[in-house]
């Protein structure tokens, strides 16, 4: 009889294995614990939403919307994606939840599975995921150079080396008009010679020519206006003052022309850190403000900002010292029957103690036992059974010096605390 065949993961997904979950577990904590420390509190939105909620929010010329989401008609007829980014979702639920009233400052964190469908390639993946931070409601420049503190902090408390922030201000709708015209001319007949993207986006949105990463391509772009040279008073205003609270707090960063961000909704500051590890796509977290993104999905003139780093990519940039591994567990070694069932309790008792402890469930001689613990790479191993139980004692191991000492049954768990 032939074998079943074996049923693959759908391309551009990938699973995420003992050995390497551990740096990811690492990375969401650093995660959590920095934007709690900013003052960020987590919200959950669902992985489904409406198909209008990223046309309308993450603009229908974008390349997400145009050739990206996974969109689909559902079972009675509604229009909806799987999201492909999270700032529309956040949006959404800070308006339907009246989130400007029931708290005191608007400043929310998520993570979570996004998707989108483009070639794979290392550190881009069709299921991909991302912390997602932003603050709505405040406007002053001292928040943008927040966002970016937050940013840069996750970065460096990661330990990721050689990293740079760039930065860049792409204005207004007051102003972003006289740019674009200007861009416009300045191509002039060298427009025919761009790649067809480039063509399509100087009607939809000639901003994201800057994007373009066609080799054929950059000697044209590297000649075009830049953005800065073009913004009104307020945003050339607002763009100094993000530098200033910058600078007095130490970050260094590099300003962009090409930095315009892939998105519809971007207005003034806007931002990267790059990993220079991690080759060409080398993004490790970007975003910017988005000051009219809440009236347009339904809300109050609102502002807002924030950022989206990818966690694929902030893993493969961790350095080899990162210290990923959990605490080693405490092994205890049972012999014979009444050693066993002595162990089961022990093993409780430590696990209810707030310590890893583990043992071998299956009935097995001393010597296995003591290779598994090998295995684990446990820092204390205890050996129940026989003499110890008429004692009252336990042996314990301390399987990084080699020591081995009798001790009381009761003072067990504060022994393996005092070594763990």
Not at 166 to 186: D, E, H, M, T
Request: glycine letters at 10%.
């Amino acid at each position: 009889m032939a074998a079943t065949p074996m049923i693959a993961a759908i391309r551009g997904t990938h699973d995420i294995l003992p050995g390497d979950v551990e740096k990811w577990q690492y990375v969401e904590r650093v995660a959590r614990e920095s934007c709690e420390r900013y003052g960020y509190v987590e919200i959950r939105t669902p992985i489904i939403e409406r198909e209008e909620l990223f046309a309308k929010g993450t603009g229908e010329s974008t390349d997400i919307v145009q050739k990206e989401m996974y969109a689909f008609t559902d079972k009675g007829g509604e229009r909806v994606t799987l999201r492909p980014e999270a700032t529309p979702s956040m949006v959404r639920a800070y308006i339907a939840h009246n989130l400007e009233h029931a708290m005191p400052a608007a400043k929310l964190y998520a993570m979570g599975p996004m998707f989108r469908y483009e070639r794979p390639q290392k550190g881009r993946y069709r299921q991909f995921h991302q912390l997602d931070v932003e603050v709505f409601g405040m406007e002053n420049p001292a928040v943008d150079a927040e966002v970016i503190d937050l940013a840069w902090t996750l970065v460096t408390q990661l330990g990721i080396a050689q990293a740079e922030l760039v930065i860049n201000s792409v204005g207004c709708p007051a102003c972003r008009p006289v740019f674009q015209a200007a861009l416009l001319a300045a191509l002039g007949d060298n427009l025919g010679r761009l790649c067809g993207d480039c063509q399509r986006r100087s009607a939809t949105n000639p901003l994201r020519i800057y994007d373009c990463k066609v080799p054929a391509d950059q000697p044209i772009i590297d000649g075009l206006p830049h953005s800065v040279d073009y913004l009104c008073e307020p945003c050339a205003t607002h763009f100094v003052g993000v530098k200033t609270h910058l600078d007095a707090i130490g970050i260094a960063w590099r300003q962009s022309h090409r930095l315009v961000r892939g998105l519809d909704y971007y207005v003034r500051t806007t931002f990267e850190v790059l990993g220079q590890a991690l080759g060409a796509q080398n993004a490790l977290l970007g975003g910017g403000r988005y000051d009219g993104l809440v009236k347009q999905l339904g809300g109050g003139d609102r502002a807002g900002i924030g950022f989206a780093a990818g966690l694929e990519r902030l893993v493969l940039a961790l350095p080899e010292s990162a210290p990923v591994a959990p605490p080693a567990p405490a092994f205890v070694v049972a012999i014979g029957d009444e050693g066993r069932a002595a162990a089961w309790l022990l093993v409780r008792e430590l696990r209810q103690a707030g310590l890893a402890a583990q043992m071998e469930l299956e009935a097995k001689g001393v010597r296995a036992q003591m290779k598994r613990a090998d295995r684990l790479a446990t820092r204390v191993t205890l050996i129940v059974g026989g003499d110890e139980l008429a004692r009252g004692e336990v042996t314990l191991r301390d399987m990084a010096t080699g020591e081995q000492r009798a001790i009381a049954r009761e003072s067990v768990v504060t022994a393996v605390r005092d070594l763990l």
